[in-house]
């Protein structure tokens, strides 16, 4: 992923802190997300990209994903239940997908809507950490993945998944708690569609290809 852009995103932001710059975000790297709990106010919150569910033993066991399908995301044993009452909004400026050379190497592209940033869509997962006492701060980690989708609906696609989008007729109600799970899944197909008709991308620098690069030249079009 790239980074977010709050100012783009203002019915989500809102009220909340300002986004810091991340140009190269890359799994296990805490993500910053938009969550909203029972009556609580929203909330920006960092978490762990990749996904821990409550159930595991340790942070050790596999696998950790960063993404969910949206097909199977309210039914599988790993994410149904964060589907069910754990939601989240990614917001990004856009993300990065790659295609195959002819040489075998890739060649990342920049993905974006050119009149705003994105959301995308997530679930949350707290675990446990039982190793540590009840009054340490440190003792849940939070994770999340983010939910893919087909994007043969992406006019021009790079590559055959994409994040699941919302637009900010939905934030409120994949934030909140009224709708059910097929309600969830009709609101995502519904506007991960409409927002793939504005996506656009153009090719970058394979400097993305390494995590230890990160700034804004990376979100730079090729000359």
């Avoid at 710059?21 to 910053?32: F, G, I, K, L, R």
């Avoid at 790079?158 to 994040?163: E, F, I, L, W, Y």
């Avoid at 007729?169 to 708690?177: F, M, Q, R, S």
């Avoid at 656009?200 to 730079?220: A, D, F, M, T, W």
Wanted: aromatic share 8%; hydrophobic share 40%.
């Amino acid at each position: 992923m790239a980074k977010a852009s709050g100012d783009l995103l203002s019915g989500l932001m809102d009220g909340l802190p300002e986004l810091e710059d991340n140009y190269n975000v890359a799994p296990t790297d805490d993500v910053a997300v938009v969550r909203q709990r029972k009556e609580h106010p929203r909330e920006l919150d960092a978490v762990r990209w990749g996904f821990v569910p409550g159930w595991y033993p340790d942070l050790t066991k596999r696998p950790q994903p960063i993404n969910a399908r949206i097909e199977t995301v309210a039914t599988s044993g790993m994410y149904r239940r964060a589907f069910q009452s754990q939601r989240c909004i990614v917001p990004a400026a856009g993300y990065y997908e790659w295609t195959i050379l002819p040489d075998g190497s890739k060649q990342p592209h920049f993905i974006y809507a050119p009149e705003q940033a994105l959301a995308m869509a997530g679930i949350v997962s707290a675990w446990r950490d039982k190793s540590k006492p009840d009054d340490d701060p440190d003792r849940w980690v939070i994770s999340m993945a983010i939910i893919t989708r087909d994007a043969h609906v992406a006019p021009g696609e790079v590559h055959d998944r994409m994040p699941a989008f919302l637009t900010p007729n939905g934030y409120d109600a994949w934030l909140g708690a009224d709708l059910d799970s097929d309600a969830l899944l009709h609101l995502l197909d519904a506007e991960s569609v409409e927002v793939a008709h504005e996506l656009e991308h153009y090719e970058v620098s394979k400097q993305v290809n390494s995590v230890r690069n990160n700034g804004p030249e990376l979100i730079e079009p090729l000359a």
